[in-house]
């Protein structure tokens, strides 16, 4: 549980932030099936208590950015223009049930219709992750203001102007990464999982006589993800699409030339 206390009026400004033991930013774990994942509750009652020693919490707005390996990706092609959204809420859960099977019933489904309405991005928020979150948001008196995947908070952030008519955008929560391809501006297809290959053992640091090894992380997997999600909607790389990854930690990335790379939690404080 990664967390930050921000005030919010007049200016916002950051109070405190927590972060997990031993890293930069949080860290998710992989969801390959089973039981459906949830938010560790003494973990994050422990992140609320420790906020409460810097300021008062009740009537706060909790806003809470789910580690995108705890969220199920889909995407949906078809000509929705005409649909309504209950409908579109029908073709996103059908969807995740043929994804999810029995276990569909254990979800929040969510969709963004994307631009040209050609498109449907669909979520899939386990309800035990909620619930949680609202059981320690009604104990501290929070108000639970929205509970979204971290990927979709790194899509809004961008300014897509400028960039190329095909784009590889990728986003990535500790080992994991949600790759998308974006033609004009829309998500047209999505590939999830690990992202990390081995660390880069030339990257040394010599210090009084020690070498400390410095966590390096090549991105040779997530150009294969790239690569194959291109293959996937016949494009080729020579199309010369523009490449953006955001990751916490741009500096322990060997990301290649064609990334440009921007720092997940870059923003003022």
């Not at 927590?18 to 422990?46: K, W, Y």
């Not at 950015?65 to 223009?81: I, K, P, Q």
């Not at 649909?83 to 043929?98: F, K």
């Not at 294969?224 to 990854?245: C, K, M």
Request: net charge negative.
């Amino acid at each position: 549980v990664y967390g930050q206390l921000q005030t919010g009026w007049p200016r916002r400004k950051r109070l405190t932030e927590i972060v997990p033991t031993g890293g930069s930013a949080p860290r998710g774990q992989h969801f390959n099936g089973g039981d459906p994942p949830s938010v560790d509750p003494e973990m994050l009652e422990a992140v609320l208590q420790e906020f409460e020693l810097a300021a008062p919490l009740r009537g706060a707005r909790l806003i809470v950015e789910l580690a995108d390996s705890l969220v199920h990706f889909d995407v949906a092609e078809g000509d929705f223009g005409t649909q309504s959204d209950r409908q579109l809420q029908s073709i996103a859960a059908a969807c995740m049930a043929e994804l999810l099977g029995d276990s569909a019933s254990e979800y929040e489904v969510r969709w963004s219709l994307q631009a040209g309405e050609r498109h449907l991005l669909i979520a899939a928020l386990a309800r035990a992750c909620i619930a949680t979150l609202a059981t320690a948001a009604k104990l501290h008196g929070l108000h639970l203001e929205s509970v979204q995947p971290g990927f979709a908070r790194r899509w809004n952030s961008i300014e897509w102007s400028g960039k190329a008519a095909t784009s590889v955008f990728a986003v990535t929560s500790g080992s994991h990464a949600v790759v998308t391809c974006v033609v004009d501006r829309a998500v047209c297809a999505v590939s999830v999982g690990p992202w990390e290959a081995d660390s880069d053992p030339a990257a040394a640091e010599h210090t009084g006589g020690e070498t400390l090894t410095l966590r390096t992380v090549s991105t040779t997997l997530l150009d294969e993800r790239a690569a194959r999600l291109l293959a996937s909607l016949g494009i080729a790389t020579t199309a010369n699409p523009d490449f953006v990854l955001v990751t916490p930690d741009a500096t322990a990335v060997a990301a290649s030339s064609r990334w440009v790379t921007i720092e997940a939690h870059a923003e003022a404080a």
